[in-house]
């Protein structure tokens, strides 16, 4: 076990926490409302309402094997001290506040694994890594954005081929209310998934410093705490960001918007059934390249894709170098 922290400086740490709690729902508003405000569905603040609203529910309905997994099954839970958990949060918010300002949609969540793999391998060596939670989380960053692009792309031939002697202006009725659902459902798979990763890191800081009574287990008051973060976080919109996933990769139907939404939607609640931490930013972005090529090939900008996917390559990279910088200062003082 650590040494003690001072309270006051336990606070401050649990503060920062949800301050990138905040950050990431700030930062991956995008994920939950770029399809229902690109195709104007809803307006830009009800649509940020609306998706914090389902953020926030997710605490009634799925359980915490994320959070488990971040708090314990990355790196070994008994190396995590205050300084490693410090280094983690810098080296995810110095990513998450870059890629903000360029309006790239990157992961909060490898971010955050980022930062917890390098001030964890600074402090103990590559032996402090769980290596199962580590290839686990790693795979999804491929699985996820190719199983969301396949599931959305077959939502979208079902779809079609359902409403294939519907007229357009019946269709479209339809697909609006259909793309609120499904927009509702990734809304609350992505409150699951992401609000969760900064309760395992809340409760693994407490875990270090005796504060769980030798068991490891996510407090009441973490997971309410956490949610209340993201759905603020989110509240606060993240338009840049908004713009990219909306417009910029392809145009969005109702009909295209609900079969990303409902394709994403299925990827989160699987990987939040099984504790697996992906990336809402990926799953999202799978979705929507899947259903502009499910209309053609060519309508999707298959450059701006590829500057994302470079964005996805270097984040746990990154991530890791400024948190291993940050835990390096901090054993200077």
Same mark, same amino acid.
């Given at each position: 076990?650590?040494?003690?922290?001072?309270?006051?400086?336990?606070?401050?740490?649990?503060?920062?926490?949800?301050?990138?709690?905040?950050?990431?729902?700030? %930062?991956?508003?995008?994920?939950?409302?770029?399809?229902?405000?690109?195709?104007?569905?809803?307006?830009?603040?009800?649509?940020?309402?609306?998706?914090?609203?389902?953020?926030?529910?997710?605490?009634?309905?799925?359980?915490?094997?994320?959070?488990?997994?971040?708090?314990?099954?990355?790196?070994?839970?008994?190396?995590?001290?205050?300084?490693?958990?410090?280094?983690?949060?810098?080296?995810?918010?110095?990513?998450?506040?870059?890629?903000?300002?360029?309006?790239?949609?990157?992961?909060?969540?490898?971010?955050?694994?980022?930062?917890?793999?390098?001030?964890?391998?600074?402090?103990?060596?590559?032996?402090?890594?769980?290596?199962?939670?580590?290839?686990?989380?790693?795979?999804?960053?491929?699985?996820?954005?190719?199983?969301?692009?396949?599931?959305?792309?077959?939502?979208?031939?079902?779809?079609?081929?359902?409403?294939?002697?519907?007229?357009?202006?019946?269709?479209?009725?339809?697909?609006?209310?259909?793309?609120?659902?499904?927009?509702?459902?990734?809304?609350?798979?992505?409150?699951?998934?992401?609000?969760?990763?900064?309760?395992?890191?809340?409760?693994?800081?407490?875990?270090?410093?005796?504060?769980?009574?030798?068991?490891? %287990?996510?407090?009441?008051?973490?997971?309410?705490?956490?949610?209340?973060?993201?759905?603020?976080?989110?509240?606060?919109?993240?338009?840049?960001?908004?713009?990219?996933?909306?417009?910029?990769?392809?145009?969005?139907?109702?009909?295209?918007?609900?079969?990303?939404?409902?394709?994403?939607?299925?990827?989160?609640?699987?990987?939040?059934?099984?504790?697996?931490?992906?990336?809402?930013?990926?799953?999202?972005?799978?979705?929507?390249?899947?259903?502009?090529?499910?209309?053609?090939?060519?309508?999707?900008?298959?450059?701006?894709?590829?500057?994302?996917?470079?964005?996805?390559?270097?984040?746990?990279?990154?991530?890791?170098?400024?948190?291993?910088?940050?835990?390096?200062?901090?054993?200077?003082?």
């Amino acid at each position: 076990m650590t040494a003690t922290l001072a309270f006051p400086l336990l606070v401050g740490l649990i503060a920062l926490a949800l301050a990138f709690d905040f950050l990431n729902g700030l %930062h991956d508003a995008a994920n939950s409302i770029a399809t229902v405000v690109s195709t104007r569905l809803l307006s830009p603040v009800h649509a940020v309402l609306f998706a914090a609203f389902f953020n926030f529910a997710a605490y009634w309905v799925f359980g915490l094997k994320v959070a488990e997994t971040i708090g314990k099954g990355i790196i070994d839970k008994d190396i995590v001290d205050p300084q490693v958990i410090f280094g983690a949060l810098i080296g995810a918010m110095f990513w998450n506040v870059l890629t903000w300002v360029k309006g790239i949609p990157s992961s909060s969540s490898h971010a955050l694994i980022g930062g917890l793999i390098g001030a964890g391998v600074t402090k103990a060596g590559m032996e402090g890594i769980v290596w199962s939670g580590v290839l686990k989380t790693a795979s999804a960053i491929v699985l996820s954005p190719t199983v969301g692009l396949i599931v959305s792309m077959l939502i979208m031939l079902a779809t079609s081929w359902l409403f294939f002697r519907a007229t357009a202006q019946r269709a479209e009725g339809v697909f609006k209310k259909l793309h609120l659902l499904s927009s509702a459902a990734y809304s609350l798979g992505h409150g699951a998934n992401d609000a969760q990763k900064t309760m395992g890191i809340i409760t693994v800081l407490l875990y270090s410093q005796g504060m769980l009574g030798g068991e490891f %287990h996510v407090p009441g008051w973490v997971v309410l705490s956490c949610y209340i973060a993201i759905a603020l976080g989110t509240l606060s919109g993240g338009w840049k960001i908004i713009e990219t996933m909306g417009t910029r990769i392809t145009k969005l139907s109702h009909h295209q918007g609900f079969s990303a939404s409902a394709g994403g939607s299925i990827m989160l609640f699987v990987a939040t059934g099984l504790g697996i931490p992906v990336s809402t930013t990926h799953t999202i972005t799978g979705c929507v390249v899947g259903v502009g090529a499910a209309r053609r090939a060519s309508a999707v900008r298959w450059g701006v894709a590829g500057r994302i996917v470079v964005a996805w390559l270097i984040t746990i990279p990154a991530s890791a170098a400024v948190a291993a910088l940050f835990y390096a200062l901090t054993t200077l003082f």
